[in-house]
């Protein structure tokens, strides 16, 4: 497709169309949204990237993403201290905050396996190194359980269907 506007635009749309979610027309769209209301959505959108780049860190307890190290969830002592949650990425974890569905701590993964990307076992720690690890120590280890597909993203579950799936985790 031919380039419609400048460069500066164009870098915009291909960076947009980058997100999840969005491809080459939703990203002209909300490129198109974010310069007719540039007072309003464009500087305080880029003030807060800004912000986000300088101030975010991942915690260095349990690998989620916040402005503090460690994490809100990890310093909040109402936690249940003898549960840890292990999940593969930041969206589970905010996915399972949002559904109330447990209230213990964390452990990110940072990711899954893919072989299609070179990501090997070596690269990751799995939870059936972690289930290894633990044999012999008198530790419960659960999975996700009903309406969760093997493999399936956490995020684009509803509230209720990640809660039934807490409730009902089966031995791992």
């Keep these: 497709m031919p380039a419609v506007a400048g460069p500066e635009i164009e870098r915009l749309i291909q960076l947009l169309a980058r997100l999840p979610g969005l491809g080459p027309r939703s990203a002209r769209r909300a490129a198109l949204h974010l310069i007719k209301k540039r007072e309003l959505l464009m500087a305080p959108l880029a003030s807060a990237l800004q912000t ?6 991942v915690c260095g307890r349990c690998g989620n993403i916040d402005t ?7 310093v909040d002592p109402r936690r249940d201290q003898s549960v840890i949650v292990v999940v593969a990425d930041v969206a589970d974890l905010w996915a399972l905050e949002r559904a109330g569905a447990i209230n213990a701590r964390y ?13 090997g076992p070596q690269d990751l720690t799995t939870a059936h190194y972690i289930t290894d690890l633990l044999r012999g120590a008198n ?7 009903h309406g969760v597909p093997v493999g ?13 799936a807490i409730r009902s985790r089966t031995a791992f």
Excluded: M, W
């Design 139 to 145: 530790v419960k280890v659960t999975r996700l359980a």
């Design 52 to 57: 986000a780049i300088e101030k975010i860190v």
């Design 107 to 119: 452990h990110v993964l940072g990711g899954t396996l893919s072989p299609l990307d070179g990501i």
């Design 68 to 74: 503090q190290n460690p994490c809100t969830v990890c």
């Design 152 to 164: 399936g993203e956490l995020d684009y579950l509803d509230e209720g269907t990640l809660s039934a």
